[in-house]
């Protein structure tokens, strides 16, 4: 699905803190993070388009 407003990408851990935050623009439909610098774990990732709260996906985080 295509962001119609700008974005705000949050990254959150499992207490709830946000650890990375990123603005993704209006228009795109993939936005690509190359290096999250996390440590292993599951954490939560937030999208918020204007008013529209996109919601929660998790994130595994594993060794290679």
Request: proline content about 0%; charged content about 25%.
């Amino acid at each position: 699905e295509t962001l119609s407003r700008k974005a705000v990408i949050q990254v959150y851990d499992m207490r709830g803190v946000v650890v990375k935050t990123y603005n993704a623009d209006s228009g795109i439909s993939l936005f690509t993070i190359d290096d999250l610098n996390l440590k292993e774990g599951i954490y939560l990732v937030r999208i918020v388009s204007g008013i529209e709260d996109l919601g929660y996906k998790k994130l595994i985080i594993s060794g290679d």
